[in-house]
């Protein structure tokens, strides 16, 4: 008997007992659907976390001073001034470095006409936007002519601009920093959190040669804060970040036996981490879904049970006429499957849904992937042969004489 | 007491279509062994018309399952259509139900969700005939039995008569030498059971197929040429029709 023939066969089982067929595939429509919409969510976390993983920078190191020891104390890390502007320089130098972006930073009041704001504020150079990608939604970012001619010009982040201008353009007004009037040449694009919860849009940037001589005081001219270095391949961060210490302990003159004056810590490893708590979260979500879809087959085991059953005398009618084992397995093989194969496209259309839902009243953008898509199917298909072999093999081992004689 | 007829047999043909030679049967549950068929000796003939009878419990079923390769025998050999039934595999033993021998039984036995022209056309898939092929067949079988025109029907939407009628169509599809009848009339009122009878006689004179029913009803047996009476497994009767008590 050929395949199409034995499919209209399980169809016309189906229809024979519609509510039953209904309820089977429910099992199967629902652990489809929680399969796919879970696969979708964890999917959607994943990529919601890279976006914020991005958006810090990627194959991001930054090298913090080390501490300082004065009086027989050890102070903090970044309580020494170790690092310089000219360090900076040096390490743009290094082979597979794209950037080297030297920062000075420090809280201040920040005032607009009547409002005032407490933000952080950035000594930075053109590069940290590049690190950051960063562009601004109003206005333009500063450059190295704002860098040399001493400018006293800012960029805002979202976040302040909004505290101190509400819903006006901050564009072409004036900020106070330190009673300094700063043009406001741009405001940055929404960036969000970082990935500990840090709100990177609180901030205001102003050149780095114009805040070390307007705003902020360092320790010496030419020290730092931090530097950020960006490496231009993920897969040279091992050797970018030894050259980054051997090129600092040559400047600064550090004997082998000496502990370095300084940290560099490789951002790409928070990242990881990061991703890999998503990659766990998706697993998990996967695997909720999974056991909903077992438990969906096992109604599918138990439902063909039954038929199986009920069917004896069918199954006795078709041996006598001259089905052979192999035909009746096939028979009720198919029929398990069809069950599964159809909840699951009803699953997938539901997950589809599912997902419209979630995207639109969550902020989690859900998309079902054509992969989640076919892994769901072949595995609804999978149940099917799974849990429909044990009754089919039980319904094809019935002695026909026996099918036959059942009432 | 033997019957002077049972003398007569074997008959001269070499190759019958059906030799059964000692078949014995017992059913077991557990250790105890209930024998139901004590070495039953049965030759048929291609082209006959046999009525078996007896009384419930005399192994007519058994015997009728035997026959049909339904089920086998505890000992004994049978040969159908020069094969030896014992050796032959599950597979075997379907494409022989399938193919030389059609069943009809007393309570129709049609697959109720089916149109009436897919369950005669049923055994022809079976048997790897194309849908399309086995359907023109089925039709040309039920035109045969005076259904020509019910194909799309369902079962229940016809009389028993004429279920019956479509069984008949099925056990015929396949072309069967032979055509295995439990009782074909047990469940229809006597101008009913005529008409299926005449039918049967029909097929068996026109189309020369060896029809062997199974009945408890003399009116029934006296269609048929030759009787074998079972009783307590054992035949009792094997001769013409014409000459038996009932």
Redesign the interface.
Same mark, same amino acid.
């Given at each position: 008997? =050929?395949i199409?023939?034995v499919m209209i066969e399980a169809f !016309?089982?189906m229809?024979?007992n519609r509510l039953r067929a209904g309820l089977t595939m429910l099992g199967i429509i629902i652990g489809v659907g929680a399969v796919v919409l879970m696969l979708a969510i964890g999917e959607s976390v994943r990529g919601d976390i890279n976006q914020r993983i991005t958006a810090m920078g990627s194959n991001l190191f930054i090298v913090f001073p080390g501490s300082s020891t004065a009086n027989g104390v050890r102070a903090g890390r970044g309580a020494a001034q170790t690092l310089t502007q000219a360090d900076a320089q040096a390490l743009a130098g290094i082979e597979n470095v794209e950037y080297s972006a030297p920062i000075i930073q420090q809280p201040f009041q920040v005032a607009a006409g009547n409002n005032n704001w407490n933000a952080m504020v950035y000594g930075v150079t053109p590069e940290y936007f590049s690190i950051k990608a960063w562009d601004t939604e109003a206005g333009s970012l500063f450059g190295d002519i704002e860098m040399r001619s001493l400018s006293r010009v800012a960029v805002l982040g979202r976040t302040t601009a909004q505290n101190l201008f509400g819903d006006m353009n901050p564009v072409g007004q004036t900020v106070r920093i330190r009673n300094k009037p700063f043009e406001v040449i741009g405001v940055l694009a929404d960036k969000g959190s970082d990935l500990g919860g840090g709100d990177q849009d609180d901030a205001v940037f102003v050149p780095l040669a114009t805040a070390r001589q307007q705003v902020i005081r360092t320790w010496f001219p030419g020290s730092v804060n931090l530097i950020m270095v960006q490496a231009a391949r993920a897969d040279r961060m091992k050797d970018v970040e030894q050259d980054i210490v051997q090129t600092l302990r040559i400047r600064h003159r550090i004997r082998e036996d000496q502990e370095d004056d300084f940290t560099v810590r490789d951002l790409s490893a928070i990242a990881e981490a990061a991703q890999g708590i998503a990659t766990m979260l998706t697993l998990l979500l996967g695997a909720i879904g999974s056991i909903s879809l077992v438990v969906g087959g096992i109604g599918i085991m138990n439902i063909m049970l039954v038929s199986v059953t009920e069917r004896t !005398?069918?199954i006795g @009618?078709?041996?006598? @006429? =001259?089905?052979? !084992? !192999?035909?009746v397995l096939l028979q009720f093989l198919t029929e398990a499957v069809v069950i599964c194969v159809c909840g699951g496209a009803i699953g997938i259309a539901l997950a589809y849904a599912g997902g419209l839902a979630v995207s639109r009243f969550s902020p989690l953008a859900v998309e079902i992937s054509s992969f989640a898509i076919a892994i769901a199917f072949s595995f609804s298909a999978m149940v099917g042969v799974f849990f429909g072999f044990y009754p089919a093999r039980r319904a094809a081992g019935l002695?026909?004489?026996e099918a036959?004689r059942y009432e | 007491m033997p019957d002077p007829a049972m003398s007569a047999q074997p008959k001269s043909d070499p190759h019958p279509l059906i030799r059964m030679q000692a078949i014995r049967k017992s059913y077991f549950s557990g250790d105890i062994e209930t024998p139901v068929l004590h070495g039953i000796d049965l030759t048929i003939e291609r082209g006959e018309f046999v009525a078996i009878m007896g009384q419930s419990g005399s192994g007519k079923s058994t015997l009728m399952n035997i026959l049909g390769c339904l089920d086998t025998p505890t000992s004994g050999t049978f040969n159908l259509d020069g094969a030896e039934a014992a050796q032959l595999s599950d597979n075997d033993l379907a494409a022989v139900r399938n193919r030389t021998i059609g069943f009809v039984f007393q309570g129709f036995n049609l697959l109720k969700r089916m149109p009436l022209v897919d369950n005669v056309a049923l055994p022809l898939l079976y048997a790897g005939v194309s849908m399309r092929e086995a359907r023109e067949r089925a039709m040309k079988k039920l035109a045969l039995t005076g259904l020509g025109t019910f194909g799309k029907r369902l079962p229940n939407q016809i009389s028993g008569g004429q279920q019956q009628r479509v069984a008949i169509s099925r056990a015929l599809v396949c072309d069967p030498a032979l055509i295995l009848a439990d009782e074909p009339t047990g469940n229809l009122d006597t101008t009913t059971s005529q008409e299926i009878m005449e039918l049967f006689t029909r097929l068996n004179r026109e189309q020369r197929i060896t029809i062997l029913i199974v009945t408890h009803e003399p009116d029934v047996a006296r269609y048929a040429t030759r009787l074998v009476r079972l009783k307590d497994g054992l035949v009792t009767y094997d001769g013409p029709v014409a000459g038996a008590h009932f």
């Open positions: 008997m =050929g199409w023939q !016309r089982a229809g024979m !005398r069918e @009618i078709r041996m006598a @006429i =001259g089905a052979k !084992r !192999r035909d002695k026909p004489v036959l | -």
